[in-house]
């Protein structure tokens, strides 16, 4: 394998054939290079499906009202659907096995203000529960408890970017933000995996908000986890149960589509999982044609080689080269070309991803990127392949007579 002139004669019959060793190696990095692109792009549709979900659980219901679009036992259509207290007390006692975590909610756009710096943001009054809905991750201090919705506390977890734009580098926690008039108290900054707008939210007691802006015990809407041990066969015969019973406790017709709007993210996990699926399989079909493309090149190209050489080895084995030696030789040269070309190959398409990157947002795919060990993967198939598609030629070749050897055209 080190002998050093067994590599000056290879690299010596590669400089001769330049043509030869060129369109070799063209193969076999176009093969990784399409291979690379293809996963890389398949992750990227992958990584945009997953952002869309980040920003709150998989096994989010999320109940929001309308107004009615049909009249029903008297009543006429247009009517505004309200949600109160009661509602509440109603979905935990009909549903209680099946709900995990469970958090009405009324959202406000609203004036705050730090000194001398101010914006408009979007205020939830929630339970805390609330933040497993939103997958907000505590990274300051601490998010609401049960006790801040007891004493109805003036308290506030704000968003990353609350802080950052009211306070700069400085931190809030402990500090004092004005809420239209009204003073809080910052008791935990999150960030969340959902992006800038869901790091722009300020979270505040339910019962606080409710009993300043909702004197009649309103809610705008509600958000739930279902029991994580439902299937999502469970998950949705539940919701439909949940629909069908609020329709019934607001006198809403049963077809009417509007007024009631229960959102189960278990439906649109199910369909992406199936999607991507689908995707996952397409892509592997494509990625093995293209390898198997690359392989029969490779196959093609050796047989090519080796007939080409035929005199060549055929004056070798009348010096007294063994068959041994003939065939080693051939192997190596192939399994060097298919190593540096799948490599060459698989550097150009890693850094082509890195290059698109960005650009290619807008059209859905984000952070278009491959797992090391399946283009090494893939590379590795084809150095043996191409040690196979050297072998068999060159075995056939090695058993050839000098004398028949020569006498080729």
């Known amino acids: ?62 109940i929001n009202s309308g ?46 203000i730090y000194k001398g710096e101010q914006n408009r943001y979007n205020v939830r009054g929630v339970y805390p529960d609330y933040q497993p809905l939103e997958s907000a991750v505590i990274q300051d201090g601490r998010f609401l408890t049960y006790l801040d919705l007891e004493r109805r506390s003036k308290v506030v977890a704000i968003g990353r970017l609350v802080e950052k734009d009211l306070f700069g580098n400085k931190h809030a926690l402990g500090k004092n933000i004005n809420i ?32 300043m802006y909702k004197p009649n015990d309103e809610l705008d809407y509600i958000g739930l986890t279902f029991n994580p041990k439902l299937t999502v066969d469970q998950a949705l015969a539940f919701t439909n149960s949940l629909t069908k019973l609020l329709k019934e406790k607001h006198s809403v017709d049963p077809r009417d ?37 690359g392989i029969i090149g490779i196959s093609n190209i050796m047989v090519y080689i080796v007939k080409e050489r035929t005199k060549e080895l055929g004056i070798r084995k009348a010096l ?34 890195e290059s698109l990157g960005d650009s290619l947002e807008k059209y859905f795919i984000l952070n278009p990127s491959v797992e090391t060990y399946v283009v090494v993967g893939a590379t590795i198939v084809l150095v043996i392949a191409g040690t196979i598609a050297g072998y068999i030629p060159a075995k056939r070749a090695a058993s050839i007579k000098p004398i028949v050897a020569l006498n080729d055209e």
């Open 180 to 211: 239209e008039g009204i003073s809080y108290k910052v008791v935990g900054v999150f960030n969340d995996p959902g992006g800038d707008n869901d790091e722009r939210y300020i979270y505040t007691p339910f019962t606080t908000f409710q009993g």
């Open 1 to 62: 394998m080190f002998d050093i002139d067994r590599w000056q004669e290879i690299f010596q019959a590669l400089n001769k054939n330049k043509l030869r060793t060129a369109l070799s190696g063209f193969t076999i990095a176009f093969a990784i290079l399409l291979f690379t692109l293809l996963f890389g792009v398949g992750n990227g549709l992958k990584h945009t499906f997953e952002k869309q979900f980040a920003g709150d659980a998989t096994n989010s219901v999320y």
């Open 257 to 293: 589509q509007g007024a009631i709007r229960v959102r189960n993210y278990a439906e649109g996990t199910k369909n992406v999982e199936q999607f991507m699926g689908v995707l996952n399989i397409i892509i592997l079909f494509i990625g093995i044609g293209t390898l198997v493309a």
């Open 67 to 112: 107004r009615t679009t049909k009249p029903y036992k008297g009543l006429q259509s247009g009517r505004r659907i309200q949600y109160r207290n009661d509602d509440m007390k109603f979905i935990n006692e009909k549903f209680e096995d099946k709900i995990q975590f469970f958090s009405p909610n009324i959202q406000r756009n609203m004036q705050v």
């Open 320 to 353: 007294g080269a063994t068959p041994k030696s003939i065939v080693g030789m051939i192997m190596m040269e192939s399994i060097f070309v298919t190593a540096i070309a799948g490599y060459s190959g698989l550097l150009l398409g890693v850094f082509a991803l």
